[in-house]
């Protein structure tokens, strides 16, 4: 066992942990997490994208050791009580979802893909989700939901003065 320290969406966490456990399942089966989930194990999908320092990450691909000293955010610690994240709500207002089981790590992978990239075009869109896979394939109004979070994320920034 290994002692490792992180924060996961603002609480800190001191875990002992098997050198060889996946820092999906930390957060899914220690820390209840349950909102990351996991599509394939295999770091194909990106359903179980999360931040790991302010970076998009697989959590299937990452061992949770290599989290140690870490602060990670999941899909949970998004919103601002109950306030939604702008991006959530855009793929909430564009009906960006049909099963549901992609979006979380949609959502992760979009709002760090602004961080590069504040005003990107669809086709940027596109490139940069391309590590996320929807089986049920909404594609089209996912595009849509991240041009209106990128807008929504500028308004908030502009009227923040940030
Ligand atoms: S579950 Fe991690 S990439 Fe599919
Ligand atoms: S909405 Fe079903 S996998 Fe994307």
Redesign the pocket.
């Known amino acids: 066992m290994t002692r490792i320290n992180l924060t996961v969406d603002g609480v800190k966490y001191e875990e002992d942990v098997e050198p060889r456990l996946l820092l999906?399942h930390l957060l899914r089966d220690r820390l209840g997490k349950t909102g990351t989930p996991?599509?394939?194990?295999?770091?194909?999908?990106?359903?179980?994208t999360v931040m790991l320092d302010g970076r998009s990450a697989?959590?299937?691909?990452v061992l949770a050791v290599q989290s140690d000293g870490c602060d990670v955010l999941t899909v949970e610690g998004l919103a601002e009580g109950e306030r939604w994240h702008p991006m959530q709500r855009a793929f909430h207002e564009e009906h960006a979802l049909q099963c549901g089981y992609c979006t979380p790590g949609m959502i992760m992978a979009a709002i760090d893909l602004l961080k590069d990239d504040p005003d990107p075009s669809d086709e940027a869109i596109r490139d940069g989700l391309e590590g996320n896979l929807c089986r049920c394939t909404g594609y089209c109004n996912i595009v849509r939901a991240v041009r209106r979070g990128a807008q929504s994320m500028s308004d908030q920034e502009a009227v923040s003065g940030r």
Not at 38 to 48: F, K, L, S, V, W
Not at 58 to 61: D, H
């Open positions: 999906v996991i599509g394939c194990d295999t770091g194909n999908c990106g359903a179980c697989k959590s299937c691909s």
